[in-house]
């Protein structure tokens, strides 16, 4: 039989692997490697965070539309029942594909259409927590180099530049041409990663993410 979908079961399995990903960051520090080496060890850790990371948010909807459809219901003009099983709820989450979203701002978006989002009184536990000001940094950060570690586009070359200076600049709106002038994005996102604890910072922010979560999730 398949282990049910929990919230809080969800946030305990991404904290180990990111534990999981701390230890093997540390291995790569003390291994001796070139420098090209280490860049790649750590955008292949850049990598598992992000999949935890999806796993995480595609577990917690598949719980919330399980629990209560009425959201989904709305968003889509069509009624589904409660209590549908979990491969028909993480259909709908996935489109019968894979867990995808366009940055930070599309994960509200999605969590939204699932929960009620921003106007649900009182706002899902889920949604409360991801658009947390306090974690924006970590997830523009997170998506933003994953997809130039990914790609190398000119696209996700810009958006990673605007991350990083909003992250610079400790503030979460899109900076302005003025603020974004004279910097520039890194060679790579690993070569970014693995300075001034960086990379520590953002698995700080993303295990804070999770206690949040398992503090909401009612089960």
């Known amino acids: 039989m398949a ?25 790569v520090d003390q291994a001796g490697l070139s420098d090209q080496a280490i860049t790649w060890a750590y955008e292949a850790a850049l990598n ?3 999949v935890a990371f999806e796993h995480l948010m595609e577990e917690c909807l598949i719980v919330a539309l399980n629990n209560d459809p009425e959201p989904f219901n709305k968003a889509t003009g069509i009624t589904f029942p409660k209590h549908m099983t979990q491969k028909v709820c993480q259909y709908l989450v996935t489109g019968g594909k894979f867990f995808d979203y366009q940055g930070r701002g599309g994960l509200l978006g999605d969590i939204g259409k699932f929960t009620g989002g921003k106007k649900a009184n009182p706002q899902h536990y889920l949604y409360a927590a991801v658009q ?16 130039y570690a990914a790609h190398e586009s000119p696209q996700s070359k810009l958006v990673l ?13 899109t900076p302005t041409n003025v603020q974004l002038a004279g910097t520039n994005a890194p060679t790579a996102a690993g070569a970014w990663l693995k300075k001034q604890q960086r990379f520590a910072y953002i698995l ?6 999770a206690d949040e979560i398992h503090q909401g999730a009612p089960y």
Do not use: C, M, W
């Open 48 to 50: 598992k965070t992000h």
């Open 204 to 209: 700080d922010r993303l295990d804070a993410l």
């Open 3 to 27: 282990r049910k979908k929990s919230g809080k079961y969800a946030a305990d399995k991404f904290k180990e692997t990111t534990q999981r990903i701390r230890d093997y960051l540390d291995e």
């Open 161 to 173: 530049r605007k991350a990083i200076v909003a992250y610079r600049l400790k503030i979460t709106s």
């Open 132 to 147: 947390n000001p306090k974690y924006f940094h970590a997830l523009e950060l997170l998506i933003g180099l994953r997809n």
